[in-house]
């Protein structure tokens, strides 16, 4: 009979290889060597999944430490700081309600039910509670229990959100987190202890708060604050639908499926969409200028296209001609494309694109004079020849693309003669009160669908560039987002329980040796939690079509 081995091999990325016992934690390894970083190591990532540092490694493999400037790394501090956030609620205010909402001024929006409206001094209460805990160095302490037992704790807790969304778990077992006497479930992993969570804020902003926390970027510090007046009536105004639709979370979607309700309900979501859109085409034609340039800007996977299609619709019912035309006909040929700093192809800056010509023919056209439009292959890389293109003095343009709101892409436009919209998918349909989904999570996996059924790229292919994406979108789109005459929310409550038929078995080859496996494994842990949607219920107008197929446009 074989004797079972009782040690591992472990790769540790610049340390080499390593004997260890087998149940060995990455936190026992860190211990172990001269681990060198400006930033704290606060999770790992062995054999290319996101572990806790407490967790027991079983099998050999490599090992790569999570520092809080990576962003795995700082996802990590974020979701602890939830739970030290979450705990101090309860012991401060004992039954007030905490809804962890989205995104915002670089944190996170929060309410806080306190069966009234909430004052400066409560958030100096709860801060003063909130980095107690954390100076305790109290540890998080994971536990496997059934799910069973699970309803019946957050059930007696009054946690129905949570009750409501577990209901739906196929999985018999799942992992809940307890500090100190509070249990809680989370998605994601959670750091060794609160001691490693020390630089947070919040920030009065009624009728909630922002919860402040340093950007992996430069995790030293809480970035400056910038209020976002726009995006909080975005997210208000989903709010508002979501109260329309009945639905709040993951639990009250499902719900509806199970029901046989979604038809309806999906149809009330597009109505919505083209009443908002509606009410866009009546700003521009009520503008006392009437702008000669709709220009629309917003980040990979919002849906642009189709939005400038059906407000293009909507601008005719107004009675304003108009002809689209897409800043991707303007890239420059891929060899003389501007490299980043790694070496790659830049293709998310501004000046990939042929800003000279550009403007040279947005002058051309406002003037009436008639210009060769360049065709764009994204295959070849290359200009595949032109268009005749003319702007009649009764029309009006509409402008899309990525950097349409970059005040350098248009330098030669002045500014009354354009009218701006920034377009984006932000869904604020959390899994429950204190699990919210990332803005970018609609985008990402939009864009996954969609490059498998256009380009012929993988997910994996798409998880890789997403870190470029995001930089361009950080640099070149989201300062200039706030400067929008309007914004406009892409996202469809609906939507995910139909992309994941689509994005599921993609993510699903998104193999354990390559980095992309982690991201793959977070983003089908994400999609189970939803029920499925037929794609045949989705309208052939919808903008969710732009990534599906079938859409009635043609792109």
């Not at 991201?519 to 939690?529: C, D, G, H, P, Q």
Request: hydrophobic letters at 40%; aromatic letters at 10%.
């Amino acid at each position: 009979m074989a004797k079972t081995s009782t040690s591992i091999k472990v790769e540790v990325e610049g340390h080499g290889e390593m004997t260890v016992p087998m149940g060995t934690t990455a936190l026992e390894i860190l211990k172990q060597i001269d681990f060198k970083s400006e930033y704290t190591a606060i999770a790992a990532r062995f054999n290319n999944k996101v572990r806790e540092l407490k967790s027991p490694l079983e099998g050999h493999g490599s090992l790569v430490f999570l520092t809080l400037d990576t962003s795995d790394g700082m996802s990590v501090y974020r979701r602890s700081l939830a739970f030290i956030l979450i705990r101090a609620t309860r012991e401060v205010y004992d039954e007030a309600k905490l809804c962890i909402r989205h995104s915002l001024s670089k944190g996170y929006y929060c309410e806080l039910d306190l069966g009234r409206p909430i004052e400066p001094g409560d958030l100096e209460r709860l801060e003063e509670r909130m980095r107690d805990i954390a100076e305790a160095d109290e540890p998080f302490v994971r536990k496997e229990i059934e799910v069973a037992e699970a309803l019946k704790i957050f059930e007696q807790d009054g946690q129905m959100d949570k009750v409501n969304v577990l209901k739906y778990r196929s999985e018999p077992m799942v992992s809940v987190y307890q500090l100190g006497e509070f249990v809680d479930y989370f998605y994601g992993c959670l750091a060794p202890s609160t001691g490693y969570i020390n630089l947070f804020g919040l920030r009065y902003y009624p009728p909630g708060f922002i919860l402040q926390f340093p950007l992996y970027e430069d995790p030293s510090r809480i970035p400056e604050w910038e209020e976002q007046k726009k995006m909080a009536e975005v997210f208000r105004e989903y709010v508002r639908w979501g109260q329309i639709l009945g639905v709040s979370n993951v639990g009250d979607v499902n719900a509806l499926v199970e029901r046989g309700e979604a038809r309806r309900r999906l149809r009330v979501a597009e109505a919505l969409h083209e009443k908002k859109i509606a009410r866009i085409a009546d700003m521009i034609a009520e503008k006392l200028t009437p702008p000669r340039i709709v220009m629309i800007s917003g980040p990979s996977g919002s849906g642009k296209t189709t939005f400038s299609k059906r407000l293009a619709i909507q601008m005719s019912v107004n009675g304003m001609m108009n002809v689209t035309l897409s800043l991707d006909n303007y890239f420059l040929d891929r060899e003389v494309t501007p490299r980043d700093e790694t070496g790659e192809y830049d293709f998310e800056a501004p000046e990939a694109l042929d800003l000279d010509l550009l403007n040279a023919q947005l002058t051309d056209l406002v003037a009436g004079r008639e210009v060769n439009i360049p065709r764009f292959s994204f295959k070849s890389g290359k200009r595949t020849g032109s268009r005749k293109f003319r702007l009649e003095p009764n029309q009006t343009l509409i402008l899309e693309g990525i950097h349409a709101l970059n005040p350098i892409v248009t330098p030669a436009i002045p500014s009354i003669m354009k009218f701006e919209v920034y377009v984006s998918a932000l869904s604020q349909l959390n899994i429950d009160n204190h699990n919210r989904v990332p803005t970018t999570d609609t985008r990402k996996l939009r864009r996954i669908v969609r490059d498998h059924l256009f380009r012929g790229y993988g997910a994996m292919d798409t998880l890789s560039r997403w870190s470029s994406i995001r930089r361009g979108e950080d640099l070149y789109i989201f300062p200039y987002q706030e400067e929008a005459d309007v914004m406009f929310n892409s996202s469809l409550m609906y939507e995910l329980c139909v992309l994941k038929g689509f994005a599921e078995e993609l993510l699903a080859k998104v193999t354990s040796d390559v980095p992309e496996y982690a991201e793959a494994r977070r983003l089908l842990r994400f999609l189970s939690y939803f029920l499925r949607i037929p794609a045949r219920e989705v309208p052939r107008n919808s903008i969710l079509r732009e990534f599906i197929g079938g859409s009635l446009f043609k792109y």
